[in-house]
């Protein structure tokens, strides 16, 4: 097949070329891999290793003596041996309380090397000319001198324009915060030490501190003593926040300004580019722990911080704006705002006008602290929200908006949760009123729908004056919807502005929210003639990939209901969606799961379009591939055309964010990575200029990778030996039982198998024991599958000239390379890259076996179209490791003689047999 239509003309098989050509990069490596990858920074980055580990040998002699230093050294040298028999006579003779103290000895040394590596990682990433908001100016300048794209547009998009981390609190956040800040101030100290310009003389006494803190570490226990509860949760979240708000925020935003401003664009006033949002303390599901009680409680937590930032930062500006009215004149606007402060603030204009008199921004400062230190106090009494002017002023004046972070609501939806469904609170509801010839429970779904699309039209209510009666799911859910008003009331009516609606199905699964939210005061439809008015927003959570194809036309029934597209608009005509990416990768393997997950975008995004909606996609991912995980701005700049129109918010996994956020600098990086690329999707990715037939070529030959990966990777999971081998070869049964999250690593109710674990357990118990196992299998199977149909070539073009198809390859095979340490990863990019080319390239030498092994070994190999494809072969011992143990070599031996690769093995002591 070729790759363009050959009914194309001359010309316009050109013009696609050159399209084709202009897209056409290799993947940055380094934002897939990690690590370091330059000769200075690696040198570097092995010269900090080896001080931090003299420390940590220093204090683990004076602690624990050199007995237990010697033999964290055996064990380093042994484990770097291929044959591993004497380390595991060695590890066979260690005591229990020895093994304690040498596994806490590798865990401090691993946590040194992670912190280290991450400060030259962000030394690395920052030495360019210019940054990444630089970069997508420049674009957007060329753009606008081209004229393909329009200023007045451009500004359009940039008034609505919002990226919106979300930081979770799933059970995979091991780190306590007092380790955090130790590793924190111990990169500080690393940092300062290589700055060229320290004095020789300051260099001891660096060291001393270093080694002070290096101590603390060891002597201060990693391990919670008992499993945090989500105001603990919530409080972590926080602690980045508060870094994030004081260190990062305010340069990031005025670098924004500087580079929109280089190309003629100016962010309007009432822009709001980077906002933080929070599940700690919201997120219900599955986990009982979260009450209605909790959320105020976590929603008074933030906001106390906030307002602590806050004053702190006006108090700063007190300091440093001094401007007088006798050198500079100030706005009609600020002095008719002053004029109405001294109204509203007698006492504090008579304090502060003697001073300050002719410094009208001082003097406006000075009320703004007031007000400030004014609403702590509200907070504290518990008196209602007053809506004040917006301090466009300050915005203009320092750029310095606090991250305060957005509760997102919701998600407990399900069956075996009854208490927590509002399908049977409404039941309880419509069955009180015997009104139904048949139970609400009883109904179809499309007699659901109908029942609720005519109450929405009502005017009446369901629960009346008395709720005596209401039963136990009806009470549950009424009285969460009632938080979220009592929060409105005290804290903005933006302070949760979504309920997130998990597993759903069909349109009566949202309906049935905006009937309860319209019972508990949030929500009224209006009539045909009188708008709506809507304190709350409802977005559908499309999980697996069976919800994911039908999100288009259950949005397109949702829109179309005249009711629920009077709430829609009443919300500022936007609708948010959010989209599932663990539970549709633990569902159907990754291949199935990102393609769903794309092409339901595209169907979002057209039916958005049509109803004159902004849609505002929700994307649940992070972390490892398996979990949709992957740089975050390759990830936007993947996304369909037209798909991103300004907003789009991302959650922040619980296991990255020590990872990128401990460090401020790393932290800067990672945010204006993504906000660059929020700002070129969103502006210069508006439309495809492809021709339609060489993109429908790219669907289909992504229909069969996906197909076929999906059919390998479900004839994987659905083989009986697949859990007994999970739960052996993975400390999963462990995390769960680790004091790391509230919530519980199984859905209650269950019988145990592998549809009751949660899918984030599921990737993080194959990623400790480095299989990863959801990130890559079946992805080979759906490349062979494409190869062999013939299109080898279209797999090399989409390759090289789509963002969504090579960052997909891009992160699976950062996965499949996770297997060896990561300070080594750095070094095997270029190799790497040339597998994940001929993966996608004919070779015209023909297919050749690879030589290096793997566990199930469908990552690189089957990845280029080499073998069985993925599941053909079969695993012989539940031990994972690079070598095959004594006990096992022989079982292991005899799985590669009947593997159906066995052409590409060897069963020697060297292959990867388990």
């Known amino acids: 097949m070729g790759a363009v239509s050959q009914t194309s003309s001359s010309q316009e098989r050109r013009t696609t070329e050159q399209m084709l050509e202009a897209d056409r990069r290799e993947p940055d490596v380094a934002q897939f891999a990690g690590g370091v990858s330059s000769d200075e920074q690696h040198a570097a980055l092995r010269a900090s290793v080896r001080q931090l580990g003299r420390l940590l040998g220093e204090a683990l002699t004076r602690h624990e003596g050199p007995e237990l230093l010697e033999l964290v050294e055996r ?11 004497e380390l595991h006579a060695l590890l066979d003779g260690v005591d229990d309380a020895t093994a304690v103290v040498l596994a806490r000895a590798f865990a401090a040394y691993f946590q040194l090397v992670n912190t280290t590596e991450q400060l030259h990682r962000w030394q690395e990433l920052s030495t360019g000319e210019e940054g990444p908001l630089a970069r997508t100016a420049r674009r957007i300048g060329a753009a606008l001198e081209d004229g393909s794209l329009e200023r007045e547009e451009a500004e359009a998009v940039l008034a609505r324009l919002e990226y919106r981390p979300v930081f979770t609190a799933h059970p995979t956040e091991a780190s306590r915060r007092s380790v955090l800040e130790l590793l924190r101030r111990i990169a500080d100290l690393v940092e ?19 080694a002070e803190l290096v101590d603390m570490l060891w002597q201060t226990d990693e391990l919670r003593v008992s499993r945090p509860e989500p105001k603990d949760e919530a409080r972590t979240a926080v602690y980045y926040l508060e870094q994030i708000a004081t260190q990062v925020v305010p340069d990031l935003l005025a670098e924004l300004d500087r580079t929109l401003g280089s190309v003629g664009l100016v962010l309007p006033p009432a822009a709001r580019p980077l906002r933080f949002g929070a599940w700690a303390g919201g997120d219900r599901d599955g986990n009982p722990n979260v009450t209605p009680e909790v959320t105020l409680d976590v929603l008074g937590l933030q906001h106390d911080m906030g307002l602590r930032i806050l004053v702190g930062q006006v108090e700063e500006l007190l300091s440093e704006m001094g401007s007088s009215s006798r050198v500079v004149s100030a706005s009609a606007e600020l002095l008719a705002s002053l004029e109405a402060d001294a109204e509203a603030l007698p006492i504090t204009f008579r304090t502060i006008r003697r001073l300050n008199a002719e410094e009208p921004y001082r003097l406006k400062l000075s009320y703004v602290r007031v007000r400030l230190m004014r609403t702590r106090d509200r907070l504290a009494h518990g008196t209602a929200h007053e809506a004040g002017p917006r301090l466009r002023l300050l915005r203009r004046a320092a750029r310095r908006p606090v991250p305060r972070a957005r509760l997102d609501a919701g998600r407990g939806r399900r069956p075996h949760r009854r208490r927590r469904d509002p399908a049977a609170a409404l039941g309880e509801l419509f069955d009180r009123l015997g009104e139904l010839d048949t139970p609400y429970a009883e109904l179809d779904r499309d007699e659901r729908t109908a029942l609720l699309s005519r109450e929405l039209e009502s005017r009446r209510p369901l629960v009346g004056a008395s709720a005596a009666d209401l039963g136990e799911a009806a009470t549950a859910s009424l009285d969460l919807l009632r938080a979220i008003g009592a929060a409105q009331d005290a804290y903005g009516p933006d302070v949760v502005e979504t309920y997130i609606v998990s597993m759903t199905h069909g349109v009566d699964d949202i309906f049935g929210l905006v009937v309860l939210a319209r019972e508990a005061g949030l929500v009224d439809t209006g009539t045909p003639q009188r708008p709506a008015t809507a304190r709350l ?21 949702l829109l179309s209901d005249p009711a629920y597209r009077r709430v829609v608009a009443a919300r500022g005509d936007v609708q948010e969606i959010m989209l599932g990416y663990s539970d549709s990768s633990k569902d159907a393997g990754i291949a199935a799961s990102q393609w769903q997950v794309h092409r339901a975008q595209r169907a979002l995004r057209d039916i958005a379009r049509e109803h004159g909606v902004v849609l505002r996609l929700f994307h649940g991912r992070g972390g490892s591939t398996g979990r949709g995980g992957g740089p975050t701005g390759e990830a936007i700049l993947s996304q369909p055309n037209g798909s991103l129109d300004g907003p789009i918010k991302i959650t922040e996994q619980g296991e990255v964010l020590s990872d990128k956020y401990t460090l401020p600098q790393l932290g800067r990086w990672n945010l204006e990575t993504a906000l660059a690329a929020v700002v070129e999707a969103s502006l210069l990715h508006r439309r495809s200029l492809l021709p339609a037939d060489l993109l429908e070529q790219w669907n289909a030959t992504m229909d069969v990778v996906a197909s076929s990966g999906q059919e390998a990777y479900r004839a994987l999971v659905r083989d009986d030996g697949l859990v007994p081998f999970f739960v052996s070869a993975t400390p999963v049964d462990e995390l769960g039982n680790m004091n790391i999250g509230s919530r519980p690593s199984k859905r209650p109710g269950g019988d145990g198998g592998l549809e009751d674990l949660r899918a984030i357990p599921w990737v993080f118990g194959w990623t400790q024991s480095r299989i990863i196992l959801p990130g890559w299998y079946g992805v080979g199977s759906g490349l062979a599958a494409a190869r062999e149909d013939g299109r080898a070539d279209l797999l090399a073009q989409m390759y090289g000239s789509w963002p969504f198809f090579r960052t997909f390859l891009s992160n699976v095979l950062d996965d499949a390379g996770q297997d060896r340490p990561r300070h080594r990863r750095p070094l095997r990019r270029a ?13 015209p030498r023909g297919a050749r076996p690879h030589r290096r092994g793997g566990a199930g070994r469908d990552r690189a190999g089957d990845a280029a179209g080499v073998g069985a494809g993925a599941g053909a072969g079969r695993w012989s011992c539940a031990t994972p490791t690079s070598r095959p143990c004594t006990r096992c070599r022989p079982a292991c031996s005899a799985g590669c003689a009947t593997s159906p690769r066995a052409s590409s093995r060897t069963p020697t002591s060297s292959a990867r047999c388990c």
């Open 831 to 843: 190799a790497r890259a040339r597998r994940l080319r001929r993966a996608v390239r004919p070779d």
């Open 537 to 557: 927003g409802f977005a559908p959570l499309f999980e697996t990939v069976a919800e994911l194809e039908v999100a288009g036309p259950l949005l397109e029934a």
């Open 192 to 210: 300062a030490a290589e700055d060229p310009r320290a004095r020789a003389a300051d260099v001891p006494l660096a060291e001393r501190r270093m």
């Open 75 to 85: 064990v380093r040298s042994l484990a770097r041996q291929p044959d591993d028999e």
